[in-house]
């Protein structure tokens, strides 16, 4: 628990993600500075932490202590009133506050924002002959990130860059297919993901949905060129064979694919995947696959409820590499319940040992709707999150095997204020993954779930559109979730 004093909110979404980057899922209460007071003084609670800033005249302090007399206090001197010129000072200064009470160093300093790459684009945008280093250096003083995470940054900013440069993509748009079956529903997901046993009988129904949404989309957007195209989920090759070759099919009937430059289907799950659903796969021209471990431990696997063994994780990547598969990603989440570097260290080991096209790195992060939050008491014990050794020897494995990094995302809520990053080897690179996380294109998404941007670059706009989870919802209400889309694909056209 911490109760917050302040006596200008200005800063208030600052004080609270700074906060909570430091002290992860503790509660904040606002109080007044009577209350404030009168509760320091009671100093009953030891677990209680007492938070208080004061915003005056062209200064900023701050105190933050304990019941047990542990206390850190700062001030400085900056014209706080102006938002945007201080912005930056303030968080400095937050940071500094937090740090020197609980001794840590967070890797990515003052930055809690989910798209990190975004400010070096920026910069490399305002200055187009900007040097690595120079960025690098501007990166970790404006954010009191450490050399690793600011060197990180830049890389993945500059080979974003390099692929944005190559074509005219705001002229063009991505698409998203959401499949939202699961062989079985993950301990940690939150995504729309419903298990095939409990509603196979809708999938029928699911199919006729989306290829209606699918196709108002294909007529919508005719006169724009379609850049990707990307079947996620939930686990598209959780549908039957008959289904999955209905949804190829539908695809190519509506949307160029041959002019696409590029066709990525999730076959996530191994105990999802057989040779005839791959087969289908390959002669729809799906370019790219992801087959996900994420842990090569068994133990873990049962634990976070992926009904699939090890063997067959190797079994099915086999067999795509047999049907002739060239570009595999493969998706590790480190910070799983129980693990530690020893075991992140030899899931990496036993994955480089298949050479896997691409690698892409998930931080733990526990949402609010994944059965892991709601169970929390029951695995909190094992729930130790990702860590920042963690991530370097994820660096340090790709290096060696040739994989650079190509895109980052932050997520809230991952212990430890870490980030999710995707490596490949050159020319194994995932465009829709960097378009998506650029917001520089629209990306039409359909199925239950799913979620589509439109960008308005002349305004410096982005307008999002979600399509209702439940998949009961999503066939009933279809209309209006073609409806929701409407409204903006008009104004594209106006």
């Not at 020197?100 to 930055?111: D, E, F, Q, R, V």
């Not at 699911?206 to 007529?219: C, D, F, H, Q």
């Not at 979600?466 to 209309?479: A, F, G, L, Q, T």
Request: glycine share 6%.
């Amino acid at each position: 628990m911490i109760y917050l004093y302040q006596n200008e909110r200005e800063y208030d979404y600052d004080v609270r993600a700074t906060a909570l980057a430091f002290f992860e899922r503790e509660k904040i209460v606002e109080k007044s500075e009577a209350e404030w007071e009168e509760l320091l003084a009671q100093k009953e609670e030891t677990e209680k932490t007492f938070l208080r800033l004061i915003f005056q005249g062209q200064s900023l302090s701050g105190i933050i202590t304990d019941g047990r007399g542990k206390k850190a206090e700062n001030e400085i001197s900056c014209r706080w009133q102006e938002h945007g010129e201080s912005r930056n000072e303030v968080c400095r200064f937050l940071y500094r506050l937090f740090s020197s009470y609980t001794g840590k160093i967070l890797p990515w300093g003052t930055l809690t924002g989910i798209r990190p790459t975004k400010i070096i684009m920026k910069w490399m945008e305002e200055e187009k002959e900007a040097e690595e280093a120079a960025l690098e250096k501007r990166f970790s003083e404006t954010y009191l990130a450490d050399g690793q995470k600011a060197r990180l940054c830049v890389q993945v900013a500059q080979r974003e860059k390099r692929f944005l440069d190559a074509w005219d993509y705001e002229k063009e748009y991505s698409l998203y297919v959401g499949i939202p079956f699961c062989p079985t529903t993950c301990l940690y997901c939150s995504f729309a993901s419903y298990p095939v046993s409990r509603f196979a009988d809708r999938m029928q129904e699911y199919m006729s949905a989306l290829i209606k949404e699918m196709e108002y989309v294909a007529k919508a957007c005719a006169h724009k060129r379609l850049t990707s195209i990307y079947v996620g989920g939930g686990t598209p090759t959780a549908l039957d064979a008959d289904s999955l070759a209905l949804l190829m099919d539908e695809i190519h009937r509506l949307f160029p694919v041959e002019e696409a430059r590029e066709l990525t289907v999730e076959a996530g799950r191994p105990d999802s995947i057989t040779r005839k659903k791959l087969e289908i796969l390959r002669r729809a021209g799906v370019g790219r696959i992801s087959i996900n471990p994420q842990t090569m431990h068994q133990g873990t696997l049962d634990l976070i409820g992926r009904n699939h063994t090890v063997q067959q994780l190797r079994d099915s990547y086999a067999l795509a590499r047999e049907i002739g598969f060239s570009n595999i990603n493969m998706d590790i989440i480190t910070g799983l319940p129980g693990e530690e570097l020893p075991h992140v260290k030899e899931t990496l080991k036993q994955i480089f040992s298949m050479k896997p096209d691409s690698l892409t790195v998930h931080s733990l992060a526990i949402k609010r709707a994944a059965n892991l939050n709601i169970e929390m008491e029951k695995y909190k014990a094992m729930v130790k999150g990702s860590t920042n050794e963690m991530l370097r020897a994820v660096d340090e494995h790709c290096r060696q095997a040739g994989m650079l990094p190509y895109y980052m995302y932050r997520q809230k809520n991952i212990p430890g204020n870490l980030e999710n990053i995707g490596y490949s080897l050159p020319g194994k690179e995932c465009l829709y993954n960097i378009l998506i996380m650029e917001e520089k294109q629209d990306i039409i998404a359909c199925g239950a779930g799913a979620s589509t941007k439109f960008v308005f670059p002349e305004e410096h706009r982005i307008e999002r559109t979600e399509n209702v989870k439940s998949i009961e919802h999503y066939i009933s209400r279809i209309d209006e979730m073609i409806d929701r889309k409407r409204q903006y694909l008009t104004e594209r056209q106006k």
